[in-house]
């Protein structure tokens, strides 16, 4: 399974564009990427997966160059609700008895 | 929208006693998992199952841990003899019966205490 790195955190203000950074250079041909949110003491939510190029959907956009060895997630205007840690994940779809590995996070800090 | 419901929210046992966490994963998925987090850590994987067997474990799903699916509704893990390193958030996950579309949703955890 490919291993991610993820910056450890970040802080924002409230209304701006926040962009966290994944790389996955060892990503294999039938991974996804997916991204997921975790609030303390909660389970982690689903936000977003891709394949490749970008997808988008009400809450987030997901950027996979053509490498694919790195993803960006953008959440677009953060409000501080969105404190909280990002996980990217990447994952063998094809498989149903895949394994999510997940690494540290990115631990973003939304400030008023 | 359908969510997978763990029960307890918070379980307190002492060491050595037998816990069993309860999960109702989303109706129409079939494949299942569990994953601990520690606090403070980052999340673990534990067991996937799928078809009324483990399909793959990792090395702290040991002899002291065990999954079932005893109706068509609930899936459970057992812990045998708690240690007091058990103590953690347990996260119960489904994913859908399309391959087309595999993502896994978290329950909201149980939080398990080890005195």
């Known amino acids: 399974l490919a291993k991610t790195t993820q910056p450890i955190s970040m802080d924002s203000y409230e209304g701006q564009e926040v962009n966290i950074t994944c790389s996955h250079n060892?990503?294999?041909?039938?991974?996804?990427i997916t991204w997921y949110q975790q609030f303390p003491s909660q389970g982690p939510r689903f936000i977003i997966q891709?394949?490749?190029t970008k997808v988008t959907n009400e809450v987030a956009s997901l950027f996979i160059p053509a490498d694919r060895k790195s993803s960006t997630l953008s959440l677009p205007r953060v409000s501080l609700s969105d404190t909280a840690v990002y996980y990217c994940?990447?994952?063998?779809?094809?498989?149903?008895?895949?394994?999510?590995?997940f690494g540290t996070g990115t631990r973003l800090k939304v400030l008023a | 929208e359908p969510e997978v419901t763990q029960t307890p929210s918070h379980q307190v046992t002492q060491m050595g006693q037998e816990v069993i966490l309860r999960c109702v994963p989303i109706?129409?998925?079939?494949?299942f998992y569990w994953y601990r987090q520690i606090l403070g850590q980052k999340v673990e994987f534990l067991v996937s199952f799928y078809n009324n067997e483990i399909s793959e474990k990792s090395e702290i799903f040991d002899d002291q841990f065990s999954v079932e699916r005893p109706d068509g509704s609930n899936f459970t893990l057992k812990i045998r003899s708690t240690k007091l390193e058990d103590s953690a958030m347990y996260f119960c996950a489904s994913m859908g019966d399309s391959l087309a579309k595999n993502i896994q949703y978290f329950g909201a955890g149980t939080r398990l205490s080890v005195l």
């Open positions: 109706s129409n998925h079939l494949y």
């Open positions: 891709g394949y490749k």
């Open positions: 994940l990447v994952g063998d779809r094809t498989s149903g008895t895949y394994k999510y590995i």
């Open positions: 060892n990503i294999a041909t039938n991974d996804y």
